[in-house]
Protein backbone atom coordinates (compact mmCIF):
# COMPACT_ATOMS: atom_id res chain seq x y z
CA UNK A 1 0.00 0.00 0.00
CA UNK A 2 0.75 3.64 -0.09
CA UNK A 3 3.31 4.60 2.33
CA UNK A 4 4.48 8.38 3.09
CA UNK A 5 7.54 8.54 5.80
CA UNK A 6 8.91 12.45 6.96
CA UNK A 7 11.91 13.26 7.88
CA UNK A 8 13.84 16.32 9.20
CA UNK A 9 12.10 17.69 12.21
CA UNK A 10 13.76 19.23 14.92
CA UNK A 11 14.32 21.23 17.78
CA UNK A 12 15.48 25.21 16.27
CA UNK A 13 16.03 28.87 17.41
CA UNK A 14 13.75 31.48 15.60
CA UNK A 15 15.15 32.73 12.29
CA UNK A 16 16.73 29.84 11.21
CA UNK A 17 15.76 27.04 8.31
CA UNK A 18 15.03 23.55 8.41
CA UNK A 19 13.95 21.11 5.24
CA UNK A 20 11.69 18.24 5.85
CA UNK A 21 11.89 15.49 3.40
CA UNK A 22 8.81 12.92 2.62
CA UNK A 23 9.12 9.98 0.69
CA UNK A 24 6.12 7.92 -1.04
CA UNK A 25 6.59 4.46 -1.33
CA UNK A 26 3.95 1.40 -2.48
CA UNK A 27 2.06 3.40 -5.04
CA UNK A 28 0.66 2.51 -8.82
CA UNK A 29 -0.40 6.36 -9.71
CA UNK A 30 2.10 7.93 -11.74
CA UNK A 31 0.91 11.40 -10.61
CA UNK A 32 0.75 12.35 -7.23
CA UNK A 33 -0.39 15.85 -6.32
CA UNK A 34 1.24 16.30 -2.68
CA UNK A 35 0.44 18.69 0.36
CA UNK A 36 2.33 19.63 3.98
CA UNK A 37 -0.31 19.74 6.79
CA UNK A 38 0.53 20.88 10.98
CA UNK A 39 -0.83 20.53 13.33
CA UNK A 40 0.29 22.27 16.72
CA UNK A 41 -0.64 21.21 20.59
CA UNK A 42 -4.40 21.92 20.78
CA UNK A 43 -5.16 22.89 17.72
CA UNK A 44 -6.69 21.37 14.94
CA UNK A 45 -4.61 20.57 11.50
CA UNK A 46 -3.96 23.41 8.89
CA UNK A 47 -2.84 23.50 5.54
CA UNK A 48 0.48 24.67 4.51
CA UNK A 49 1.91 23.79 1.27
CA UNK A 50 0.77 22.09 -2.07
CA UNK A 51 2.46 20.94 -5.16
CA UNK A 52 0.79 20.47 -8.56
CA UNK A 53 1.22 16.74 -9.49
CA UNK A 54 3.63 17.94 -12.34
CA UNK A 55 5.71 20.09 -9.56
CA UNK A 56 4.73 23.01 -11.90
CA UNK A 57 3.04 25.30 -9.77
CA UNK A 58 2.52 25.73 -5.80
CA UNK A 59 -0.08 26.65 -3.24
CA UNK A 60 0.71 28.15 0.64
CA UNK A 61 -0.95 29.44 3.70
CA UNK A 62 -1.24 32.80 4.24
CA UNK A 63 1.27 32.71 7.54
CA UNK A 64 4.02 30.42 5.79
CA UNK A 65 4.20 32.34 2.30
CA UNK A 66 7.02 34.06 1.15
CA UNK A 67 8.99 31.76 3.75
CA UNK A 68 8.33 28.19 2.81
CA UNK A 69 8.69 26.66 -0.26
CA UNK A 70 7.60 23.14 -1.23
CA UNK A 71 9.29 21.29 -4.36
CA UNK A 72 9.18 17.28 -5.63
CA UNK A 73 12.09 14.75 -7.01
CA UNK A 74 9.64 12.46 -9.00
CA UNK A 75 12.45 10.39 -9.44
CA UNK A 76 13.36 10.09 -5.98
CA UNK A 77 9.48 10.41 -5.18
CA UNK A 78 10.30 12.65 -2.75
CA UNK A 79 8.53 16.03 -1.78
CA UNK A 80 10.24 18.49 0.46
CA UNK A 81 9.41 21.57 2.58
CA UNK A 82 12.14 24.24 2.85
CA UNK A 83 11.22 26.46 5.88
CA UNK A 84 12.83 29.62 6.06
CA UNK A 85 12.80 32.77 8.83
CA UNK A 86 10.85 30.24 10.85
CA UNK A 87 9.19 31.23 14.10
CA UNK A 88 7.98 29.74 17.27
CA UNK A 89 4.30 29.65 15.93
CA UNK A 90 5.63 27.49 13.43
CA UNK A 91 5.88 24.27 15.80
CA UNK A 92 4.12 21.47 15.31
CA UNK A 93 4.08 18.18 14.33
CA UNK A 94 4.12 18.74 10.21
CA UNK A 95 2.39 15.70 8.14
CA UNK A 96 3.03 14.96 4.14
CA UNK A 97 0.23 13.67 2.18
CA UNK A 98 -1.11 12.70 -1.51
CA UNK A 99 -3.96 12.11 -3.62
CA UNK A 100 -4.10 11.41 -7.44
CA UNK A 101 -7.03 12.39 -7.73
CA UNK A 102 -6.67 16.09 -8.88
CA UNK A 103 -3.88 18.11 -9.81
CA UNK A 104 -3.41 19.81 -6.73
CA UNK A 105 -5.33 20.30 -3.06
CA UNK A 106 -5.05 22.42 -0.30
CA UNK A 107 -8.24 20.49 1.27
CA UNK A 108 -7.29 17.59 4.27
CA UNK A 109 -10.81 15.86 3.01
CA UNK A 110 -8.79 15.85 -1.15
CA UNK A 111 -5.83 13.81 0.34
CA UNK A 112 -5.92 9.79 0.46
CA UNK A 113 -2.46 9.09 2.18
CA UNK A 114 -0.81 10.15 4.81
CA UNK A 115 2.76 10.40 6.72
CA UNK A 116 2.86 10.03 10.65
CA UNK A 117 4.31 13.22 10.69
CA UNK A 118 7.42 14.77 12.12
CA UNK A 119 8.06 17.46 15.07
CA UNK A 120 9.23 20.89 14.48
CA UNK A 121 9.46 23.40 17.40
CA UNK A 122 11.27 26.74 17.18
CA UNK A 123 12.10 27.89 20.67
CA UNK A 124 15.23 29.96 22.13
Known amino acids: QVQLVESGGGLVQPGTALRLSCVLSGHTSSSYAMGWFRQAPGKSREFVAA????????LFADSVNGRFTISKDNAKNTVYLQMNSLKPEDTAVYHC?????????????????WGQGTQVTVSS
Open 97 to 113: AAEDKIPIATMEYEYDY
Open 51 to 58: IHWSGDST
